[in-house]
């Protein structure tokens, strides 16, 4: 069955069994078991996963490759008072990554600097003119942070210089690694696998790394009673805020570090993320929904139109003052940012449609006018309602600089990586779902027909599913089950929110409401009700279906509303198909 997205809906099935066995042995609801069930959590999991522990998933450091020659150099660094840089990219990652870092090295009282490329001058990564102004001014050691792993050319000219660098990275790593003290990437070909978590962040390599290197100045009695260890765990905070912000899966020990990093971030303890929250309207207990969706964008919007400072100055800012002063930039950054971010989206629609370009199994779209900032924003938007991989870019002169999001099951890193080698691309990196490219525009239309050809055969049998763990009926969406699922919690990417389907509801009342939302009052045949809302459906088929007032079949997931101190249910329509095609 093809819905109104054109998804095909797949019901999670379940061994009633397990289900069983589940609701015995850990006193679990049917709910909740048949949910775990149905994503095929081993019982050997199931503690682990409801209530994950860092110390159990936590491996060696010391299993990724390099790490120690980097502990050891780290080490003489400090011992002989060299000076030191943290050289991080502008993303949220990148900035919690570089964060981690000054915090740590301040707790040490080890005074460090730190550079973060401006987007529009510099672009992605290490550039050598960043490097050489750095050597210049007596840098002798570089951490690399969410960068360095291709730039093979700039760490040889650095190295040449005397300029030693380390990186820690978590991108797509090619053959040929640069000539760093140490390359630090779970990504790197010849690295056995360290963990069962598919993947992890830079912040989440970096929190690796302050392991191993506090081991090591255990070991060599750095510290004492007077100048005790920094308690790590403490530092979770920023690992769980870059964690959800490059979309990690939430499993294993990502999912760990995200538990632990909310609790953090629900006691206000740092003052740059306390006031972030209060500008943005954050008064409960932080959920991973409020990293990806407010707290990350505002501090990514002084990187995406702005100086990319600002971010990194709110996360380590010490004085009260200061880090709401910041707090407001960033927050009046992010709604500037949102105002260039729906221009933008309608005019790549223009682009797509006058050129016929939704044929193609790529979508590659570009403008001189875009800002460089909003290109992955918009890349995103554009693949998820056209469910196709897609590349949008920035021309500046005879260049081109864009970003890429792409489909589950296409590697993207994989993907630019091969463009790179083969001359087409002039550089560009990046993991499975997400990447950055760099091209002549005298190159675009063979990058589009490079694009074209590696992604055909898959286009070709992808067929977008939306996974439903569950059929409800509206009686049974109460506050009650809500409590129950956030059992669940934190939900992201490979744990999302449950998805439910209503079998023959029918909102009997609807109005717009916001930048092209429907919220709805949704009934079914025996007269419950239940409050819903649809977003971005205006103009959409699903949005038509829900004005026509007749009985549909309807997938989303539920959460809870709060309006005037009162708690209610509110379901988020995310799709759905007229009953005659079920």
Known sequence: ??????????????????????????????????????????????????????????????????IDTAVQRVQKAIHNAEKIVVYGDYDVDGATSVALLVR???????????????????????????LETLHKKGAQLVLMVDCGTTAVAEIEA??????????????????????????INPHRVDQPPVLHTPQLCAAGVVFLFLVALQRALKKAHFFSQENPPPDLIDYCDFVALGTVCDVMPLQGLNRAFVRRGLILMSKRQNLGLAALMKVAGIQSAVS????????????????????SQLGLQLLTEQDDLAAKDLAEQLHELNDKRQKMEKKLLE???????????????VLLVGAEEWHPGLVGIAASR??????????????????????????????????????VSVGILEKGGGHALAGGFTLARAQWDAFYEFLTQKTQKFMETFQPVLEIDAELSLSGATL?????????????????????CFHRARPAFVRPIGSGHLQCTLEDEAGNTLAAVAFRCQNTKMGEALLKKDYLSLVGHLQINEWRDQKSPQFIIEDGAWNREI
């Open 1 to 66: 069955m093809i819905s109104l997205s054109g998804k095909q809906w797949i019901f999670k099935s379940a061994d009633e069994l397990k289900i069983l066995a589940l609701q015995q042995k850990f006193g679990l609801s049917d709910s909740l078991a048949r949910i775990l069930a149905g994503r095929h959590v081993s019982l050997e999991a199931i503690p682990s996963f409801l209530t994950p522990k860092i110390q159990d998933l936590m491996p060696d450091p010391s299993r990724l490759l390099d």
């Open 104 to 130: 740590y090295f301040r707790a040490l009282g080890v005074p460090v600097e730190t550079y973060i490329p401006d987007r529009l001058a510099e672009g992605y990564g290490v550039n050598l003119a960043a």
């Open 158 to 183: 650095a190295r040449a210089w005397g300029l030693d660098a380390i990186i820690l990275d978590h991108h797509a790593a090619g053959v040929a690694l640069p000539p760093a003290v140490a390359v």
């Open 288 to 307: 991973a929904y409020h990293l990806g969706f407010a707290l990350g964008p505002r501090i990514n919007a002084d990187g995406r139109i702005g100086s």
């Open 347 to 361: 005019e790549a629609l223009q682009q797509i449609e006058q050129n016929q370009l939704q044929k193609r199994p």
């Open 382 to 419: 554009l693949k998820d309602q056209f469910q196709k991989p897609c590349f949008v870019a920035s021309f500046d002169g005879a260049w081109a600089k864009g970003s890429a999001r792409s489909l589950e099951g296409l590697d993207l890193g994989v993907l630019i990586h091969e463009a």
């Open 480 to 500: 009650d089950l809500l409590r129950d699922l956030s059992q669940l919690e934190p939900f992201g990417t490979g744990n999302p929110l449950p998805r439910f």
